[in-house]
């Protein structure tokens, strides 16, 4: 059944053919490998395991904020930055999918007018597709592909969040969180959780009124937060006005000092590498299992033709999902 | 998860503003479809590079500033020259009957003239997709 199986085989191949226009530098197998792991294609995934050992190397930032703060306009710029370095950089822009339709609006680009001509910057949008954690459930292997493809950096924007869809943090090294001054009483009402999760602090649009008092709201929060991020980083508050270009700079410094921090402590470094990668093994293993599971029990149909005495109150759910687990277990002995 | 279709919808040139553009991004995404809005001003190359990056099946572009019969050959080509000549061109906007034939001819799938109903296009597009994408790989 392995060995012999053709579709297999011919997605084998299409995975190696990709990789090698990849490696080549060919953009549009870039953007095609994307899609394929967007997609959630068997050659995606073929492809994701071919050229695993060629990633871990790039440094991925999440930048995430409220809608509307300015993370499409700060991304630009520090992309913009980073190229002057000599780095390469990946972009992935999150935006959301439409609950209703399952269509999307994906208009970060309009934003990143830098994005043409230049192979060294590879700007790519996404849509949640469902995902509540304010990215994609495939943004993770979408930063993979970049990686194999040689971007030094991959900037992640998430979809405009509120308090609670910090996935983020699981993908990238270093958080940056925006927040504008107009934030200033959400802030007090801030749960801890994104407080810690914030690596750096971004005050945008500080050409606005009311930038200094959100930078004390923020001091004062973080110092009320329990302070036990060991080692003991410090987050820094950062005022910016992103369509000026103005105190960016400082941006790039602080997530430098961060990632230094980061790798200070070669121990540091992997063990908090390691258990992010065990935990999205965690994940995909999961995802794999339910859907494995679903379609080999057949559960879709036998759903279909239940739910109708169960929505009629003639079977409880709760024994119904006795049932099918009691059948499982019995198949897999 | 599965495939979804893919679309961008740009407005070269230096006309107007984007209600016409936004107009119709709304309802592709209405319709289902992922859309990738790049704003205003777009060159060709613009255009075809974010068309590349952005891996979409279909490009939307409206012109109605009169310069049609320079800006799709030249996205043609450019997709061309990008080994992207499978993406699908359609376009918009005010453009007589024979530019519109002869852009068809040259490779341009359909054009919709100003005030065609939403619904045209997006048929158009499903169509297409029919025809073009049914096997399916997961
Ligand atoms: N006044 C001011 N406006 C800004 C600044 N940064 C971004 N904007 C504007 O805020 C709006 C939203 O920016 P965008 O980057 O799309 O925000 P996103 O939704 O967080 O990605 C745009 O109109 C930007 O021009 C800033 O520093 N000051
Ligand atoms: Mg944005």
Same mark, same amino acid.
């Given at each position: 059944m392995t060995a012999a199986d053709p579709a297999r085989e011919r997605a084998r191949q299409e995975a190696r053919a990709l990789a090698d226009r990849l490696a080549h530098g060919e953009r549009r197998a870039i953007a095609q490998a994307i899609s394929h792991v967007e997609d959630g294609t068997r050659v995606g995934r073929h492809f994701l395991d071919l050229v695993y050992e060629r990633t871990g190397r790039a440094r991925r930032v999440g930048i995430t904020g409220p809608p509307g703060a300015g993370k499409s306009t700060l991304v630009h710029v520090l992309a913009c930055l980073l190229r002057r370095e000599g780095m390469r950089v990946g972009v992935l822009a999150v935006d959301p999918t439409s609950p209703f339709s399952g269509g999307a609006i994906l208009g970060d680009r309009v934003r990143m007018p830098?994005?043409? $001509?230049? *192979?060294?910057l590879f700007v790519r949008s996404m849509a949640a597709? $469902?995902?509540?954690? $304010?990215?994609?459930?495939?943004t993770y292997e979408a930063s993979e592909v970049l990686e194999a493809a040689g971007f030094d950096w991959i900037l992640i924007e998430t979809v405009g969040?509120?308090?609670?869809?910090?996935?983020v943090v699981e993908l990238a090294d270093t958080t940056v969180l925006l927040l504008v001054p107009e934030s200033g009483d959400a802030v007090q009402v801030m749960k801890a959780g994104i407080m810690e999760a914030a690596d750096i602090f971004v005050v945008n649009?500080?050409?606005?009124?009311g930038g200094d008092r959100l930078i004390t709201h923020i001091e004062t929060a973080l110092q009320l937060? *329990?302070?036990?991020?060991e080692g003991g980083w410090r987050p820094p508050v950062c005022p910016v006005i992103a369509t000026r270009e103005e105190g960016v700079d400082e941006v790039r410094q602080e997530i430098g000092r961060h990632l230094a921090w980061l790798s200070g402590d070669r121990e540091r470094l992997q063990r908090v590498r390691r258990d992010k990668i065990e935990r999205r093994v965690r994940v995909l293993l999961r995802r794999a299992l339910v859907e494995g599971a679903w379609a080999m029990a057949h559960i879709e149909e036998r759903l279909q033709a239940e739910i109708g005495r169960i929505a009629a109150r003639e079977v409880s759910p709760y024994r119904w999902v006795e049932k099918i687990l009691r059948g499982w277990r019995y198949r897999t002995g | 998860m599965g495939k979804k279709i893919r679309i961008l919808v740009a407005k070269p040139g230096l006309?107007?503003?984007?209600r016409g553009a936004k107009i119709i991004a709304t309802a592709f995404r209405d319709a289902g479809f992922e859309v990738i809005y790049t704003g205003l001003h777009q060159t060709p190359e613009m255009i075809v590079d974010a068309a590349v990056q952005e891996d979409v099946d279909i490009l939307s572009i409206s012109v109605l500033s009169g310069a049609h019969m320079t800006i799709f050959p030249r996205v043609l080509a450019l997709l061309k020259e990008k080994g992207a000549a499978d993406m699908h061109v359609i376009g918009g906007g005010i453009i007589p009957d024979e530019d519109a034939e002869k852009l068809m001819g040259m490779g341009v799938g359909a054009i919709f003239g100003p005030g &065609?109903? &939403?619904?045209e296009p997006i048929d158009y597009i499903r169509d297409w997709w029919m025809k073009h994408h049914q096997e399916q790989d997961s």
């Open positions: 830098s994005a043409t $001509g230049d *192979d060294g597709r $469902g995902n509540l954690g $304010g990215v994609a459930a495939t969040v509120g308090q609670s869809e910090l996935e649009k500080f050409d606005r009124e937060a *329990d302070w036990n991020r | 006309d107007g503003h984007d &065609t109903p &939403t619904t």
